[in-house]
């Protein structure tokens, strides 16, 4: 509704806002100093976290106190002469009380999707009136100052007993009628992503539940049975089923094996089989990989596959049983391998592995390494006992594990603000860069405790600073090496510094200027693509200072926000869509830093997906260009 009113062109409405928490009015803080611009009528409430308190600098600030029932409530009001609209809602109270049990170590919880309101948003205009005096008499508890003001408001728009409405013209130059579609559409959007990610999560139970079952109908059979035999006939047809492949073997070898012979088979409708032929192991590339890495091996299609190409005797064999995509995964038990567990598909199209499936194949080959060390176990039982107490132990942490891993996606729907979990038909790719997103979500947290640690020493004055003389090429080679350390450089954009010979020395805190630069090389990098472009530049400004420049290719940043920016939690998508992570805090240490020193920082953009540029000056060491030759020559 803020944005709204932006677009409008009413004349000073009143707008009051109510935000529970700090953190959340500064996520929004650029946008109500927008709006203080366009009124002087606006009024922002929240209970302080950090620097929030009452005050009158751009806008009227209320800071109330922490246990006040407007910290379970969000309020926004704006009422014009023709025009009005609330929100009003209220966290239900089971949510309430499921935030006061959780623990200490849970700090992300005011942003989890467990948390639940009520409440309405309505433009009937009495409703709205009838909000805005609630809220200002309450305003009048902590700002008894603003009386005169909120008079004048009361009495402009006929809140409560001062009624002397004004009426406008609907052809005046401030009549307006603001499209409220928008808002509209942006709920029904939530409102459809909630229902897709449900579906997803039915159909992630689903499969889960399925997998689940195949793992518990091959442990049962462990469980029940002794004769390896029957054990491997229960996984080679019910793996065979739930995946749907074409042929499905198992059969026992061992490392230096020239040939096994085929024991179990399970074949679909039309397949020829293979079961009682003896296979030849000594020549096949992808057998002896398997071997040599210990791992299973995934041909996604035998035709463009190159160790089926270079091998005659395995190619005869691919073409003879029609087989087009092939899986040969290993049956190990402590580092001894005792067979192959074989999926081939023999359809047209090669067949597409989802994550899961090699997963899966990987849990019940580790099953059945345990079955057959079981029976050979039972054979010689005083030999083998404390195996036989290795191997339940070995099954009972499988099947444990196995059973945390299948409900991990679920729990992190749960209880993550975004979808983090891993689903099982998702490809692999897809669902390592998830895992990683949700790691690296831990991360973020860690860092974010460490940067908000440093900018409140900085604003403090609890650093010592430690200035010495410098070369500027010295701090970004440390700087960009430090991103290219912790970065995974195939993702980076190529970043290049161009520093002239010529440029005197700087005196600053060495480490200090390492951080401005790391900071803002790996800002750039968060929002410029991998084919893009940082440059880092350097010259002098004539007055005793050398100004730096960090520039980008990236998306850029709107000419209104190139300020705030520089704020406490800003971050450029907005409180919904982070995709970049990082914590918000990095600028704001950027500034710091270089007020500390003396410097000045500011940024520069053309606009979005025009790129952007962030300036920062140091200072120079007067009559410093034989000291930095001396001092280059020393270090070469």
């Known amino acids: 509704m803020e944005d709204q009113v932006l677009a409008a062109t009413m004349e000073q409405p009143l707008i009051i806002a109510n935000f529970q928490r700090e953190r959340f009015y500064r996520q929004e803080a650029h946008r109500y100093q927008r709006l203080s611009q366009i009124s002087n009528q606006v009024y922002v409430l929240s209970a302080p976290e950090t620097g929030f308190s009452s005050s009158s600098e751009f806008y009227e600030k ?61 433009a009937e205009r009495g409703v709205s009136l009838k909000a805005a005096d609630l809220l200002l008499d309450k305003i009048l508890i902590y700002r008894p100052e603003l009386t005169e003001k909120i008079k004048r408001a009361r009495q402009r728009f006929g809140i409560g007993d001062n009624f002397t409405e004004k009426i406008v013209d609907d052809n005046s130059e401030y009549a307006c009628d603001i499209d409220t579609n928008p808002f509209v559409q942006r709920l029904v959007t939530y409102l459809q ?41 229960v996984a080679v047809q019910e793996l065979g089923q739930n995946l749907a492949a074409s042929r499905c073997l198992i059969y026992r070898t061992q490392r230096g094996d020239a040939n096994a ?54 190619a005869d064999f691919v073409k003879s049983f029609s087989i087009r995509s092939w899986l040969m995964e290993p049956v190990w038990f402590q580092g001894r391998m005792l067979g192959i567990i074989e999926l081939q598909y023999c359809d047209d199209k090669p ?18 390494g345990a079955a057959l060390i079981q029976a050979e176990a039972y054979a010689n039982l005083e030999d083998f006992n404390q195996q036989l107490e290795a191997l339940e132990r070995t099954r009972s ?33 897809l669902r390592e860069i998830m895992l990683n997103t949700a790691l690296s979500d831990s991360e973020r947290m860690r860092k974010l405790i460490q940067d908000f640690l440093t900018l409140s020493n900085l604003e403090s004055g609890r650093i010592e600073w430690h200035p010495e003389t410098l070369t500027l090429e010295e701090c970004v080679d440390l700087a960009v090496s430090r991103i290219n350390a912790r970065t995974n450089l195939e993702s980076l954009p190529k970043v290049s510094a161009t520093i002239s010979d010529h440029l005197p020395l700087i005196r600053a805190d060495g480490d200090w200027l390492v951080e401005v630069l790391a900071k803002l090389i790996d800002n750039a990098c968060k929002f410029t693509p991998s084919e893009g472009e940082i440059t880092i530049k350097a010259t002098c400004n004539g007055n005793q200072m050398v100004e730096v420049t960090v520039a980008d290719t990236g998306r850029g940043i709107e000419p209104n926000r190139l300020e705030i920016v520089f ?13 970049t992570g990082g914590t918000g805090l990095g600028l704001a240490i950027c500034r710091q830093i270089v007020i500390g020193w003396g410097g000045k920082i500011w940024a520069e953009s053309s606009g979005k997906d025009k790129g ?3 300036h920062f000056t140091v200072p120079t060491v007067e009559g410093s260009q034989e000291e930095r030759l001396s001092l280059v020559m020393g270090s070469g």
């Open 612 to 614: 952007s540029k962030f």
């Open 193 to 233: 992503a909630s229902q897709y990610k449900l579906h997803k999560a039915y159909r992630s139970i689903a499969s889960q539940a399925r997998k689940e079952r195949l793992v518990n109908s091959i442990s049962t059979a462990i469980r029940r049975s002794l004769n390896p035999q029957e054990v491997l006939e």
């Open 261 to 314: 012979i085929i024991e179990h088979e399970f074949i679909s409708s039309g397949v020829l089989s293979l079961l009682g032929q003896t296979r030849e192991l000594q020549e096949n590339p992808i057998f002896q990989e398997v071997v040599r890495t210990g791992e299973g091996v995934c041909v996604s299609d035998t035709l463009e596959d190159s160790r089926v190409a270079n091998s005659p005797e395995v």
């Open 567 to 579: 704020d406490r939690f800003y971050q450029e998508e907005g409180a919904l869509r982070r995709t």
């Open 62 to 122: 209320v800071a109330f106190e922490p246990k006040d029932a407007l910290a379970q409530e969000w309020h926004l009001v704006v009422i014009a002469y023709n025009y009005a609209t609330c929100l009003v809602c209220r966290e239900y109270a089971a949510s309430i009380a499921k935030r006061e049990m959780s623990s200490e170590g849970s700090p992300s919880l005011d942003m989890d999707t467990a948390r639940r309101f009520e409440g309405i948003w309505t």
């Open 351 to 368: 067949h597409e592995w989802q994550a899961g499936e090699i997963d899966l194949v990987t849990a019940i080959a580790t099953s059945v």
């Open 397 to 429: 942490n499988l099947i444990a594990i196995t059973g945390h891993e299948l409900r991990t996606p679920l729990s992190t729907i749960q209880v993550c603000l975004e979808s983090l979990a891993t689903e099982p038909d998702m490809p692999l790719e």
